[in-house]
């Protein structure tokens, strides 16, 4: 379903570029809007718009914010922009009328700053019904801080609940760096980036205290 919903989602935002200036298809409303607001700033506000208009927060990760109320499906993407601001593309999907008004007022809250009075579980983070993680930047050098972040469906993340630091491509070869979140306030915390060989490494989710139940990886580089 979430594969489904990007390639939605990149469907219709390519479609920004390149159709404009026809008439949108039936069912399909987009907008475009420019904000001088960090990356961070826009993440917050596109989970905080979709909750704020009624929709169901059904995926949360990366630049990604989906949305589902009733016969309206509605994607939220923030990519960087020149000059410091950021590119928002909004799409609403319809199975009937009324994407159009959705989506417009899905724009204005876009415009409105976030506050910490947003979250809504118990953990101090955006409501999820799956479990997300991100990496920001997505990479940097040894010594460099990086912020990472993490979505869960309920109340708490799981008593043996923890995210690790692997090289790539292998099952239980962690480089010793790891963080259980029952430990963790507010769904984020700063990493250190360790004494590494410079390279590709991977971020894992991991539930339970085992290697097996992977619920949701972010690529990390180590930049020599």
């Known amino acids: 379903m979430k594969s489904y919903l990007l390639i939605i989602a990149y469907s219709a935002i390519a479609a920004l ?3 404009s200036l026809r008439a949108q298809a039936p069912g ?3 907008g475009q809007q420019l904000l001088a607001i960090t990356y961070d700033e826009g993440i917050r506000r596109a989970a905080t718009a979709l909750q704020n208009e009624g929709y169901r927060l059904d995926y949360s990760a990366g630049a990604f914010s989906v949305g589902i109320k009733g016969i309206h499906t509605a994607v ?3 990519n960087p922009a020149p000059d410091s601001k950021l590119t928002i593309n909004i799409v609403v999907a319809s199975n009937g009328q009324g994407g159009g008004e959705e989506r417009q007022r899905l724009q204005m809250r876009m415009d409105n700053p976030t506050t910490p009075t947003a979250v809504t579980n118990a953990g101090g983070c955006v409501r999820s019904t799956t479990y997300g993680l991100t990496i920001t930047p ?6 460099q801080t990086v912020k990472i972040r993490y979505m869960y469906p309920g109340d708490k993340p ?5 995210i690790g630091c692997f090289y ?3 099952k239980s070869s962690y480089t010793g760096f790891w963080t259980y979140l029952v430990s963790v306030k507010g769904c984020e915390y700063d990493f250190i980036v360790p004494s ?7 971020f894992r989710y991991i539930l339970e205290a085992g290697y097996d139940k992977i619920t949701a990886t972010a690529e990390f580089v180590v930049l020599p």
């Open 168 to 170: 790539p491509n292998t």
């Open 158 to 162: 799981g008593s043996g609940d923890w």
């Open 76 to 78: 939220i993407m923030c």
């Open 138 to 143: 997505n990479s940097a050098r040894v010594g």
């Open 28 to 30: 399909w409303s987009r």
């Open 196 to 202: 590494v060989n410079p390279g590709p490494m991977q």
């Open 17 to 19: 570029s390149t159709s």
